[in-house]
């Protein structure tokens, strides 16, 4: 069920989405805790209340939509990639990683969100979708200008920044 | 789950399904998505939490369990199988779910992985692999390349050809085999959500790179692609095997056969086994 032609898709996407995101930086602030990098854990952290908030909203949307959400299972939400495209990839992450690559991981998922929804509100033939892809596009584009300054904050991080001096090697 | 929205979306459950426990894998682990698609497989299956039980040997994703709020049992090394075998038998109403890694299942536990295929019992077998022995700081495991040359143990590589897991199960009769990749969750979930349904042993091979011994897999992403489409012929999936480049993913081979399922009248119950263990002076 396409997101840009049935609003109870779209809004069960939104939900997700905003799940999703909250869910991977909770996993990625967890990670970092373990490997005792606590100024980017506690990013991370906040990341993840940004994600619920937002998330709140979007329920909030949806408990308006009378026509109910489908119950779609996790292979059947239509992404433009293999995972909901405001979650921060895994990939991504180092146990060294600085707030400033923390940021940029956080800046490429809200760039991932604010073209899915852009997408849509380009592709949909449905009024109310568009209206409220057009709005959620707007918002995402506020928070990758907000994270934008917020890593202009950070000096960007020497090229040894991963240097480990007792680093996980082979000891066979 | 509180509002309206949050029962009609189910995989909106897969939180029920996550302990508080902070998994100790390295950041980037593909084991992160092998969790993430268990717990979204587990809420779109509507499981229950205490119908379910996890069994692991031991290695960085025999870990898995602990990660989980379903019930867990970390075993010996190599072992998960047989442990998982005796408790589907015995609690048939049971999930009952095995995972470790390529180490644990085709090394010290290959022996049990070919019989589990054979025997076929009710229960999925998901493995983690990523090619090397992490937990011990990265040594060449039975899946890895025989060309690898990151351990000191294996300086000019393992000049043996790797393991191939699905060949294996298929030859040991399997009914159900299938592999997938960490890092496309949600498609992982799918193929773990047929496996659970599935009535007898399932056995998935999951891609998951290790991202400290073995940062090549990173790679992996552009190499991995979709290509297995289930069949129940025997000689259809060998042939898809014969062309696979050990990154096709999809279910390969689906027969379902009877399930082993002892008979239950005979079964002794705990106070005449206690008879046998009494300590006498």
């Known amino acids: 069920m396409s997101p840009s032609k049935d609003l109870g898709s779209f809004l069960a996407h939104a939900v997700v989405l905003e799940d999703e995101a909250a869910t991977r930086y909770r996993e990625l602030a967890d990670a970092m805790a373990v490997h005792n990098n606590p100024d980017v854990e506690a990013l991370f952290c906040k990341m993840a209340e940004y994600s619920d908030m937002h998330r709140a909203e979007a329920i909030e949307h949806a408990e308006q939509h009378a026509g109910g959400l489908p119950d779609l299972k996790p292979w059947e939400f239509e992404w433009p990639g293999d995972e909901s495209p405001e979650s921060g990839r895994l990939e991504s992450t180092h146990y060294l990683m600085t707030p400033f690559h923390a940021l940029q991981l956080a800046l490429e998922a809200e760039e991932g969100a604010f073209a899915f929804y852009n997408e849509i509100a380009t592709r949909t033939n449905d009024p109310p979708i568009r209206k409220l892809a057009e709005e959620f596009a707007a918002e995402e584009k506020q928070h990758v200008e907000a994270l934008k300054k917020w890593i202009a904050q950070y000096p960007e991080p020497p090229e040894n920044w991963d240097d480990d001096l007792d680093p996980p090697v082979p000891v066979d | ?281």
Request: hydrophobic share 40%; glycine share 8%.
């Open chain 2, 1 to 281: 789950m509180n509002s309206a929205v949050e029962k009609q979306i189910r995989i909106l459950g897969h939180k029920d399904f996550k302990s508080d426990y902070k998994p100790v894998w390295c950041a980037g682990c593909g084991d992160f998505g092998v969790l993430n698609a268990l717990t979204k497989a587990m809420a779109a299956l509507e499981l229950e939490p205490e119908n379910v039980a996890m069994i692991a040997g031991i290695g960085c994703s025999s870990r898995i369990p602990a990660y989980t709020t379903v019930y867990g049992f970390h075993g010996v090394h190599g072992r998960a199988l047989p442990l998982a075998a005796g408790l589907a038998v015995s609690r048939p109403e049971l999930t009952v779910i095995a995972t470790g890694g390529d180490g644990d299942g085709f090394s010290i536990g290959g022996n049990h992985f070919l019989h589990a295929c054979r025997r076929n019992v009710n229960m999925t077998y998901l493995v983690m692999d990523n090619s090397v022995y992490g937990m011990t700081k990265g040594q060449a495991s039975p899946t890895t390349e025989c060309d690898w040359t990151g351990s000191k143990l294996s300086p000019q590589g393992t000049h043996q050809p790797p393991l191939q897991p699905l060949e294996l199960a298929l030859a040991a009769r399997a009914p159900f085999i299938a592999r997938a990749f960490s890092n496309s969750p949600n498609e992982l979930a799918r193929i773990m959500t047929e496996a659970i349904e599935f009535e007898g042993f399932a056995f998935v091979q999951i891609l998951s790179p290790c991202i400290t011994f073995r940062p090549e897999q990173l790679g992996w992403k552009k190499r991995v692609h979709e290509g297995f489409e289930p069949t129940d012929d025997r000689a259809a999936a060998f042939a898809a095997l014969s062309d696979d480049d050990g990154f096709t993913t999809g279910i390969l081979y689906r027969a379902p056969r009877p399930a082993f399922r002892p008979d239950q009248r005979d079964r002794v119950d705990i106070e005449t086994i206690e008879k046998h263990f009494e300590v006498r002076s």
